[in-house]
C-alpha cells in the first residue's frame, strides 16, 4: 500500500504563484511515474504534467512554460510550481504515483488539493 500526502494549494490572484508538494510513502518500486492531474467541478479529469523516476517528463499544452514539475527521488517527493496562474487553472489538482513489480501494475492517487484562481 502506498499513501500520497499533497499540500500547498490556495487562493491566489490571476498572475500569482503556488508550489505544490505530494510526498509518497509506503512500499515504492525504484522505477516509477509521478504526476499532477487536475478536474474542474463537472468537467473530466485531466492531465496536467507527470516525471518518471528517471527524469523523463509530459505535460499538458496549456501549463507549458508555465508550470514546472521535479521530483525529489531520495524523499518519494514531486513537486509542481504554478506560475503565471490564470483563472481556468482554478481546479482540485490530484497527486498519481504509477508503478509496477513487472507482473503488477498499481496506481495510487492523493486526496486532491484545491487551487483557485481569482481576483
Known amino acids: 500500500q502506498v499513501q500520497l500526502v499533497e499540500s500547498g494549494g490556495g487562493l491566489v490572484q490571476p498572475g500569482g504563484s503556488l508550489r505544490l508538494s505530494c510526498a509518497a510513502s509506503?512500499?515504492?518500486?525504484?522505477?516509477?511515474?509521478m504526476g499532477w492531474y487536475r478536474q474542474a467541478p463537472g468537467k473530466q479529469r485531466e492531465l496536467v504534467a507527470t516525471?518518471?523516476?528517471?527524469?523523463?517528463?509530459n505535460s499538458a499544452d496549456s501549463v507549458k512554460g508555465r508550470f514546472t514539475i521535479s521530483r525529489d527521488n531520495a524523499k518519494n517527493t514531486v513537486y509542481l510550481q504554478m506560475n503565471s496562474l490564470k483563472p481556468e487553472d482554478t481546479a482540485v489538482y490530484y497527486c498519481?504515483?504509477?508503478?509496477?513489480?513487472?507482473?503488477?501494475?498499481?496506481?495510487?492517487w492523493g486526496q486532491g488539493t484545491q487551487v483557485t484562481v481569482s481576483s
Open positions: 509506503g512500499n515504492i518500486f525504484a522505477i516509477n511515474t
Open positions: 498519481r504515483l504509477i508503478h509496477s513489480s513487472g507482473l503488477e501494475y498499481y496506481d495510487y
Open positions: 516525471i518518471s523516476s528517471g527524469g523523463s517528463q
